[in-house]
């Protein structure tokens, strides 16, 4: 059952992760189009899905302080490898929108 469990958390990392890397390059994509409102709703999904990411994370790592250990196999490296590859996509997402929004002579939100 634990290892379920465990397998459940490291998925969702994985999958939420993707999610939010997609939604990102999408937002990006729309910029690039001058469709800002498209390229927010986009940087919305991508930081619910890094929310969701999130909750699995703090899963894990309550269970780790309350002496309940996660195996640490390679697919859990690989799951905080992909969380950290998205937040950090998501994080330059929006510094590219913001990048079209002051190309169109808009505000940004920066």
């Not at 490291?10 to 990006?28: P, R, T």
């Not at 690989?78 to 079209?100: K, P, W």
């Amino acid at each position: 059952m634990a290892e379920e469990q465990d397998l459940e958390a490291i998925m969702g990392l994985i999958i939420n992760g993707g999610n939010a890397k997609s939604s990102s390059m999408e937002a990006i994509m729309a910029a690039k189009k001058d469709d800002f409102e498209t390229a927010a709703a986009k940087l919305a999904e991508a930081d619910a899905a890094l929310s969701e990411a999130h909750n699995s994370q703090t899963d894990m790592l309550t269970k780790e302080a309350n002496g309940d250990h996660v195996q640490v196999t390679l697919l859990t490296v690989h799951s905080q490898d992909h969380l950290m590859n998205a937040i950090t996509f998501r994080d330059l997402a929006g510094e590219v929108v913001d990048v079209y929004k002051k190309m169109a002579g808009l505000p940004t939100d920066n």
